[in-house]
């Protein structure tokens, strides 16, 4: 709803590329399901992107995203690393060209839940879903 949302930090005017990661743990005793969040992501290359990555894997990547954007992404049974990455001036360009007037050069996060399915409720999302296996800088704040 956006009125505690996490949000990556402003590295606007940094001399090179900046990293920020806000992680989520999911422990070895979860069954597989799915994992739901809404993200706005007011980034733009080559300035910033942002993605999610599981397991060291990126499972989706965001640009001009001006308006919340609900996603949800499949998850095997087990351990899972989740990393929210907000990433600036991955290229290191220098200059950058100007910003856009519409982009914020930030992402946020709200609303992240853990949905555990019964094993039914996953061979019928294995349809139309990959159930996927297998920080620096600074971190994202609450807002």
Sequence with gaps: DGT??????????????????ATLMIGPDYGGGLMNVVVLASVLPPHD??????????ATQFASVIEWQPVSLGLSPGEHKIDFS???????????????????????????EIVELTRRQQNRLRGGMNLLSAGEDEEFSAR
Aim: net charge negative; hydrophobic share 30%.
């Design 4 to 21: 505690s949302s996490f949000q990556s930090p402003d590295f606007d005017g940094s001399p090179g590329p900046r990293v920020s990661n």
């Design 49 to 58: 992107f942002f993605t999610i990555n599981i397991d060291g894997v990126t």
């Design 86 to 112: 907000y990433e600036y001036n991955t290229f290191g360009a220098d200059p950058l060209p100007p910003r856009q007037p519409q982009i914020e050069g930030a992402a946020w996060i709200d609303s992240v």
